[in-house]
T-cell receptor, first 111, second 115 residues
Framework: GNSVTQMEGPVTLSEEAFLTINCTYT??????LFWYVQYPGEGLQLLLK?????DKGSNKGFEATYRKETTSFHLEKGSVQVSDSAVYFC??????????FGSGTRLQVQP | KAGVTQTPRYLIKTRGQQVTLSCSPI?????VSWYQQTPGQGLQFLFE???????NKGNFPGRFSGRQFSNSRSEMNVSTLELGDSALYLC??????????????FGPGTRLTVL
């Protein structure tokens, strides 16, 4: 079956620090990979996606590269802001199956 | 383009009651999926509807049901509520192409509290 493993949180960083949130996956078939973000009291927002190996998804300064050889899709940002504080979810989808989510990683950015 | 809307945003019910949640997808999207989010279990898939038919189903008891209307709007019903049903219920819509690249867009969720 499909599964997604994310690093445990919370991750606490100072403003302008470099961010990495690790995500690895197992999948039957050839998945598409996603990062979603959830701000307090809100639903999930699509942050970025990649649909084939070596694709790089990017949005709002965040990036993630689809690495088939290491089955990973790590999220990175060069300089975080207080407004980036949220919970980040890595997810995958194969075929018509539903999204499979990781457990989420809470990011706290301090001024 | 308007996003996914869910009503109501908050609900408080008591054990044994039933509840109906509503979701309006993005215009042009034909697939609606429902997820339950709890602190203990994380995000779990309930079911997906496409063209008024249930296309996919998660591992939830029969108390959880849904339907989709011809305009793609969807409702989810939970009967005989239990305390453990307290959760954030998220609706997501997509074009429904049936491929892994079909991206799901989420609504703000309905927060259900069962007392």
């Amino acid at each position: 079956g499909n599964s997604v493993t994310q690093m445990e949180g919370p991750v606490t960083l100072s403003e302008e620090a470099f961010l990495t949130i690790n995500c690895t996956y197992t999948a039957t078939g050839y998945p598409s990979l996603f990062w979603y973000v959830q701000y307090p009291g809100e639903g999930l927002q699509l942050l970025l996606k990649a649909t084939k190996a070596d694709d790089k998804g990017s949005n709002k300064g965040f990036e993630a590269t689809y690495r088939k050889e290491t089955t990973s899709f790590h999220l990175e940002k060069g300089s975080v802001q207080v407004s980036d504080s949220a919970v980040y979810f890595c997810a995958l989808r194969t075929g018509r199956r539903a999204l499979t989510f990781g457990s989420g990683t809470r990011l706290q950015v301090q001024p | 383009k308007a996003g996914v809307t869910q009503t109501p945003r908050y609900l408080i019910k008591t054990r044994g009651q039933q509840v109906t949640l509503s979701c309006s997808p993005i215009s042009g999207h034909r697939s609606v999926s429902w997820y339950q989010q709890t602190p203990g279990q994380g995000l779990q898939f309930l079911f997906e509807y496409f063209s008024e038919t249930q296309r996919n189903k998660g591992n939830f008891p029969g108390r959880f049901s849904g339907r989709q209307f011809s305009n793609s709007r969807s409702e989810m019903n939970v009967s005989t509520l239990e305390l453990g049903d307290s959760a954030l219920y998220l609706c997501a819509s997509s074009l429904g192409e049936g491929a892994s690249t079909d991206t799901q867009y989420f609504g703000p969720g309905t927060r259900l509290t069962v007392l």
